[in-house]
């Protein structure tokens, strides 16, 4: 098993809400969501301080920020606004609903800036204004080695702006559609896909055209991964929504939510094994607004000063 790996960061940003709630704002597109039936914002908050205090553990550094606002429902997802890439180069992202783009925290690229080596902060968020979107790491699922981003066209993802990104960041765009099985848009690439080192989970079945979907499968295979094809019930589980990282050993893990885990076969579990140890961790509360932990974790893929 290889250890240390450019696709898998060891040091991620993780927001703490104080009022957290299903974004009324996201429901029309995020077939993920669901509404909730009382109050969860302390147990939205307990969820999020386990996962820091797990990853900690696991030897992944954690750099937890306080959301003591009630206006930005969806600030624990704030792989949407900001993404880090080796070089030193940081991209700020636009977002679709109105109430999201208040999560763009200058006080967290500062921090970037100051315990990590920044080179240059590409800021897009002034493509609102053109209603211009594309919503980070959750529009787009990177692979760090291959150099090819995966994007699902939606509301969230402008094709025009995933080149954009592209020819400035350095990867090659592939953009497809995909629905789930009642034909509705996926809203993100990443409640879909996860790109490991070795491994590649993916809802094959919600990609549109016969053609399309081979060719997506035959680019996984082609950089030497594994694929891990899930089915419809398991991208609803959030099997699809998880983030490989690595200890201060160089040890790598998948980290996703018991949900997604709860959802996986076993024959799925011992090919994920056999590239990293899996790590579900507990965060119900937040699947509510239609993400789960790759959502949460906005990774960070630069130097450390």
């Keep these: ?91 700020v992202y636009p977002m679709y609903a109105p109430n999201r783009r208040g999560e763009r925290r200058a ?4 921090m970037l800036k100051s315990e990590y080596r920044v080179q240059e902060v590409i800021d897009y968020s002034g493509l609102e204004a053109d209603d211009l979107f594309l919503e980070g790491t959750g529009a787009m699922v990177l692979d ?36 789930d099985t009642d034909g509705v848009p996926i809203y993100h690439t990443n409640v879909m896909m996860c790109i490991g080192t070795d491994i590649a989970l993916i809802g094959l079945d919600a990609v549109v055209g016969d053609e399309r979907r081979e060719q997506i499968a035959q680019r996984i295979r082609d950089s030497g991964r594994t694929l891990v094809a899930l089915d419809a019930q398991q991208v609803a589980s959030f099997a699809g929504n998880a983030i490989e990282l690595r200890d201060h050993h160089g040890e790598r893990m998948l980290v996703m939510s018991e949900t997604a885990h709860r959802s996986l076969t076993d024959e799925q579990l011992e090919l994920v094994s056999a590239s990293c140890r899996v790590l579900p961790l507990p965060v119900s509360p937040i699947e509510l607004a239609g993400g789960s932990v790759r959502c949460m974790l906005a990774g960070i893929h630069l130097d450390p000063r």
């Design 107 to 110: 006080d967290i690229v500062e």
């Design 144 to 179: 760090h080695v291959s150099r090819i981003a995966y994007a699902v066209r939606s509301r969230r993802c402008d094709p025009v702006l995933v080149e954009r990104f592209c020819t400035v960041f350095g990867y090659e765009p592939v953009v497809f559609d995909a629905v």
């Design 1 to 91: 098993m290889r250890a240390a790996s450019a696709q898998a960061p060891n040091a991620v940003v993780l927001i703490r809400p104080h009022h957290f709630r299903p974004n009324p704002q996201t429901a029309a597109d995020n077939a993920f969501q669901r509404p909730a039936d009382h109050d969860v914002s302390r147990e939205a908050y307990d969820a999020v301080t386990r996962v820091a205090e797990r990853l900690r553990i696991e030897g992944v550094r954690v750099h937890l920020f306080e959301d003591e606002s009630d206006r930005h429902p969806d600030s624990v997802f704030p792989n949407n606004w900001f993404s880090t890439h080796a070089g030193g180069r940081v991209a």
